[in-house]
């Protein structure tokens, strides 16, 4: 068996063979602030399904908690329609809860916020931006 490495140009309007070029392969270990964002997206989902059993919130809101286990699985699978979804969700987790501490002065609102707001600065980074597909 031999290999041709000048293969022929492919005859007109054929199509060629599709090559792909090679993608280093991204792990998920050099990559360690989307498992935490992903393992604190899937815990606020809980905590917001928890609330809404509770008889806190409306049922409606049980669309959220839908969005945020999405985008936490699919941010550890390195997705970037995930990354866009869990940006969305920590950029307004992250006003909503600072906007609740302006309101009733709870430290605990502003921890969350500023918490959110180092997550979504981590996920703005270009470094993160390139390693998704």
Request: no cysteine.
């Amino acid at each position: 068996m031999s290999i041709e490495t000048n293969p022929k140009p492919p005859a007109a309007g054929l199509p060629g063979p599709r090559v792909k070029p090679k993608a280093e392969a991204v792990k998920l270990s050099k990559l360690p602030g989307l498992v935490a964002i992903s393992l604190y997206m899937i815990l606020l989902a809980g905590f917001t399904v928890a609330r809404i059993l509770a008889d806190h919130d409306r049922p409606l809101l049980l669309i959220f908690p839908i969005f945020f286990v999405a985008g936490a699985l699919g941010l550890l699978l390195l997705l970037r329609w995930a990354w866009a979804l869990t940006l969305a969700a920590v950029a307004l987790s992250a006003g909503s809860f600072l906007w609740s501490y302006t309101t009733q002065h709870a430290p605990p609102f502003l921890v969350h916020g500023i918490l959110n707001l180092v997550f979504f600065l981590y996920l703005v980074r270009s470094d993160v931006r390139e390693k998704l597909h």
